[in-house]
């Protein structure tokens, strides 16, 4: 056999030697793999869903083009801070000269009063273009990860009506208009500054999943929006590639950023992740990360501990053994390494059994479809754990890593004890 | 004479016993030569195990020198010490000291596996030769847990033998075996010693031993009389 063969081979064997030791430590790390394996596919859920919300719900973009200082201002000041006609045209013909943009979409975006003839309300509304809000409810990813979010209380969809002023009502505004399916008298300031004022036809109340903005959101297709705030130009212009990752979005900001300015144009140019762009998801997911870090840390803990008693009372049990193998001539590492190797073994198939629990326990949960209500959320959204290959191998490489430490700097310490203490001799 | 393969030169060890200082071992000075077949000797506690693991490099003196053909070994880094104890010096001991989940085989190999100058084909070749010195080729694929003592002591035994040592120390090598099985282990280590010329220092009180070997170290108190 060769050295490579030879600490297989006893890294292997050894593992059958005290199997209830063996079993508890296999069980902590393959708990904590699960554990570890079901919160980051928790979180995985969470990001994929806030961003098919905000870059194609909330028509963000993977990145949106605002006029200088408009990511604050476009919606109290839209005289001074939405672009113009020419900046849209200039803006959508620049975006579409990227070989990577895959659709570009202006977005119209304002304030006022909603009427059902009795009573007034105010509204914030959002204009888009209903073909491109067709094409967006029918990708694969927005399906999957925004379903509880994009589909409809009552009614039809924008791209689906003939009328000439469509609004889709949120359902508190809706309630509080006491007439969704009926017509509705929407009056704004244009972005001129004019009064400006349609009557609009609701063809569908909708969740916007948020409870703070239920009783105030309106959506129209981008002809009413252009009529009702009496513009030509837009608040800012959505880019959308198809990989909304950050290592496209931000590059991709920048460098239309540059181009856009080269021609004089004074815009900002944010990616979606922007804090100023997707509030929400930014608050979000960095509670969520901290949580998951904050778990990660703890059962890593776990892992390290359940190692680390696991060799200790493994190297008590082995120091005549290896006692013997440093008097043959072995070195301290390279018996630390033999310990770490069998931990690893010991760690690979402990996180493939936790893996492979964290698959079948998510099946389970989705079967059931729970649903909760996350705090600030308007309705109840699916529990759901999504594990996928790349999290979980993440995982494991963690958990074997921590393992692996663990082990290592025990199993150095012992095989660093001088060896007449290893071999126990009486000295006579 | 014969060629000295290890010197001893005024040789002290100090250990703590709890908070006793204690001279296990003052002013030792002593020389073994190739070909020899000696033993420390000495009733419980007179130093011998001490000396034979300073011997094997496994301990080290307080003081003194030791000298390993012609080279002084105490300065050395452990790196060397552990290629000295890997190839110069073989190491029997009393409770044999075999790792429990490798056969009889792979128990006389794990030295060799050091040597990586060593083909796979002459490590097998050294293998099967110390196994066919300590009688036990029928039994190579054996676990120890399935040896009699006897045969776990002739493993230990071929496993000190297959690096070709310049030095067999044994500790206590007979303290664990039956009546019968000690004189085979004699005989073994007699012939060993007699047909390749192994150069055996072995620890004992058993009368056995101390009677067929060519030279007796008395110590006492841990000092050579």
Redesign the interface.
Known sequence: ???FT?TL??AF??L??NRARHAATFTAMALGTMGLSALLAYIVRWEHTLRAISVYHDFRGTVAVFKEGGVKNHIARPSRYSLTEDERHAIEVTARGFAKVADVGAVVRGQGLASNGKRSFPFLGTGIDPALQKKFAARADVRKWAADFTQLRSGTQLWETTSENPVGVAVGLARLLSNAGEGVQLLTQGFGGGFSAIDADVVHSYSTGVALTEDSRVRMSLGAAERLFDTKGASWVAVFLEDSSRGQSIPFARELERRLRTQGLKVEVLAWQDERVSPFYVGVMEFLYMMGFSFFLLISGVVALAVVNSVLLTSFERA??T?????????PARLAAGFTFELMLLGTMATLAGNALCFLGSMGVNALNLRFRPPGFADTVQFMLTPNLITCAAVAAAVISVAALSAFLMALRLAKT???SL?G???? | MSAGIVRLEDVHKEYLLGTTRVNALTGVSLEIHAGEFAALVGTSGSGKSTLLNIVGLVDRPTRGRIVLEGEDVLGLEEKKLASLRNRKLGYVFQTFNLIPVFTAHENVEVPLLLQKEISRQEREERVRGALADVGLTDHAHKFPDTLSGGQRQRVAIARALVSRPKLVLADEPTANLDSTTTHQIIDMCLGLNERHGVTFLFSTHDEKLMSRVSRRIRIQDGRVV
């Open positions: 056999m060769s050295a030879a081979r006893f064997r050894n059958r030697r005549k053994e006692g013997t193998l440093r008097a043959v001539g072995y070195m001088p060896i007449v071999l001799e009486e000295r006579n």
